[in-house]
T-cell receptor
Framework: AQSVAQPEDQVNVAEGNPLTVKCTYSVSGNPYLFWYVQYPNRGLQFLLKYITGDNLVKGSYGFEAEFNKSQTSFHLKKPSALVSDSALYFCAGRDRSGGSYIPTFGRGTSLIVHP | DTGVSQNPRHKITKRGQNVTFRCDPISEHNRLYWYRQTLGQGPEFLTYFQNEAQLEKSRLLSDRFSAERPKGSFSTLEIQRTEQGDSAMYLC??????????????FGPGTRLTVL
């Protein structure tokens, strides 16, 4: 069975400081990994994904994520946080092998960027 | 690309009533997914379609839940005999089988169901 964990319910960071939102995964094979952001009363918006290749993936709005196979992690990062980055962030993953296209989502991490 | 749309955005119903939600995916997308999201949780997978074929439905929460995608375009999710525990946000997503965005799911705004 696959699982995704986001160990922090909330992350607080000051505007202009770097931010990290953590994600670890458990997938039987090689994983596909995703980050989504959700603003209040809106659907999830795709930020970035890792399939293969470079471990550092760049995505929308200046976000990036680093795939670390040995630590089974896929942490989301941004060098300089903006107040407008405040939102709910979800990590998701699935096994790339087999015919299932069903991702498992983490519980989400609320990011609060203080001015 | 007009995005994924869902209707209605909000539904309030009384326990025991049936409700139906509609999802219109991005037009060229072959796959369509339904999820449920409750407060403080990530999306929970319910079912998905590839074109008109429903490829996974074992995770529908009970036999009161059913979904259709009759012509491989829009989809409906029906909940019969609603219970208060069905109150949640129901999300729809679609994805393409081809191109650089393969396997990337695009979500609609969701339908918030409140069962009184």
């Amino acid at each position: 069975a696959q699982s995704v964990a986001q160990p922090e319910d909330q992350v607080n960071v000051a505007e202009g400081n770097p931010l990290t939102v953590k994600c670890t995964y458990s997938v039987s094979g090689n994983p596909y990994l995703f980050w989504y952001v959700q603003y209040p009363n809106r659907g999830l918006q795709f930020l970035l994904k890792y399939i293969t290749g470079d471990n550092l993936v760049k995505g929308s709005y200046g976000f990036e994520a680093e795939f670390n196979k040995s630590q089974t992690s896929f942490h989301l990062k941004k060098p300089s946080a903006l107040v407008s980055d405040s939102a709910l962030y979800f990590c998701a993953g699935r096994d790339r092998s087999g015919g299932s296209y069903i991702p498992t989502f983490g519980r989400g991490t609320s990011l609060i960027v203080h001015p | 690309d007009t995005g994924v749309s869902q209707n209605p955005r909000h539904k309030i119903t009384k326990r025991g009533q049936n409700v139906t939600f509609r999802c219109d995916p991005i037009s060229e997308h072959n796959r369509l997914y339904w999820y449920r999201q409750t407060l403080g949780q990530g999306p929970e997978f319910l079912t998905y379609f590839q074109n008109e074929a429903q490829l996974e439905k074992s995770r529908l929460l009970s036999d009161r839940f059913s979904a259709e995608r009759p012509k491989g375009s829009f989809s409906t999710l029906e909940i019969q005999r609603t219970e208060q525990g069905d109150s949640a946000m129901y999300l729809c997503a679609s994805s393409s089988l081809t191109g650089t965005r393969t396997d990337t799911q695009y979500f609609g705004p969701g339908t918030r169901l409140t069962v009184l």
